[in-house]
Each structure stands twice: as C-alpha cells, then as structure tokens.
C-alpha cells in the first residue's frame, strides 16, 4: 500500500492549506511541489504576479480538485404552476419528496408567493421528466386533499353522533 507521502511527486500541481495573510482564514491554494524531503514539501503558489514559495507538512497538501468550480451554470431551475386548489396543500412539510425523487431534483420547493413548485437539479433532463410526471403528481395530491376532507367530515360526523347519543 503506498504511503501518503508517495501520493506526491515533484513538478506535480496540488492545493495546500494555507492563507494569504493572518487576518484571512485558511482555504486550499493552487501550486505546484518544487522539491520534497521526508514529509515535507517546498510548493510554488499559483495564479500570483509574483512567485511566492513555502515549506508545508504533507498534512497540508491533497490532490487537485479534478471537479470545475460551481457557479450559476452548475444547476438548472425551473418552474412548474400548481393548480389553485391544491396550493394550500402543496405547503405541507414533505408532500413534493416522491415527485422529487422520482423527477431526479436535487431539490423541489413550493413558492407560495408565485403559486409554483421551484425545482433545481444538476441536470437538464430532469425537467423533461419532471414535466412528464407532474399531472400524476398533482392527481395523486389532488386525492390526498379529497381523502383528507372525507376523513375530517367523518370525524366530525362521529363527534356529533357521539355528542347526541350521550345527551351532551
């Protein structure tokens, strides 16, 4: 099994822990291994005007990050209109987790204020699949909500059979 330290060579690009200045918290940082001696290291900084080197532990270092940065182009979001009679109970905690799972959304949000479910996903096919799956999720809420009303009216039904038949 090789050993950490064996995991680096010299003239290969790592990130190391470390900070710009002591006001800074630390963060990983570009550079490249100029020389190694034990379990120490000598790296050369990336991306600055000026070459900027230092001595780290092998504690410091860990492979580049072959994954790009995340920004505005990582995620896809889109928005799918919940039908007015269902928007009350697309608020509950929960309701929306199957849909999700099912469409592949890393997440799946109702929007109270625009009467929307807001759906963000790494990947643009989940909207295709969100958009084919939607009506049987919202039939499938749409009996909740019925089944729902129907127990509520037969509890209450029972409460006043209940309240009769006791004379109270």
Not at 30 to 51: H, P, Q
Not at 68 to 77: C, G
Request: proline share 4%; glycine share 6%; charged share 30%.
């Amino acid at each position: 099994m090789p050993t950490p330290s064996s995991m680096f060579t010299e003239g290969m690009e790592v990130e190391v822990f470390s900070r710009s200045n002591e006001r800074e918290s630390c963060g990983w940082w570009a550079a490249v291994i100029k020389m190694m001696k034990g379990d120490f290291f000598v790296v050369e900084y990336l991306g600055w005007d000026n070459s900027y080197t230092e001595i780290v532990s092998q504690e410091r270092l860990r492979l580049k990050n072959a994954n790009a940065p995340i920004d505005k182009n990582a995620f896809f979001r889109f928005e799918i209109p919940v039908p007015e009679e269902l928007r009350e109970y697309a608020k509950v905690e929960g309701v929306h987790k199957e849909f999700q799972k099912s469409c592949g959304a890393n997440a799946c949000r109702y929007d109270p204020l625009k009467g929307v479910l807001v759906i963000v996903s790494r990947h643009e096919s989940t909207q295709k699949r969100a958009l084919m799956m939607h009506d049987m999720h919202f039939r499938n809420l749409t009996q909740k909500v019925f089944l729902l009303k129907r127990t509520e009216e037969a509890a209450r039904q029972l409460e006043s059979t209940k309240l009769h038949t006791t004379g109270g």
